[in-house]
């Protein structure tokens, strides 16, 4: 059996069917965590506020690039708080 080609990619919700406002209604999507496998994504209804669904995406690149930066970061930090003491 030939291997079937991924011709949707990553797919956005534009509107989902709110269970409180009893009518499919447009969402904002806000980022609820940064994991080591992907990114999880909420989705609420923009007229009620009620979740009313959810995506993870297995695109790690934002950890690593979060990771990368905080590993980075303390020597920065400690830099930055020795001259603000002097």
């Known amino acids: ?11 956005e919700a534009t509107s989902i069917f709110c269970p409180r406002c009893k009518r499919a209604n447009p969402v904002r999507k806000s980022l609820l965590l940064v994991l080591p496998t992907g990114t999880k994504y909420d ?3 923009s007229v009620c506020g ?13 950890f690593h690039r ?5 590993r980075r970061s303390p020597s920065n930090l400690d830099r930055r708080a020795s001259r603000s003491t002097d």
């Open 1 to 11: 059996m030939s291997r079937m080609v991924d011709s949707f990619g990553e797919l």
């Open 43 to 45: 989705y609420a209804c």
């Open 50 to 62: 009620a979740q009313v669904g959810g995506k993870t995406d297995s695109d790690s690149s934002e």
């Open 66 to 70: 979060i990771a990368s930066a905080s």
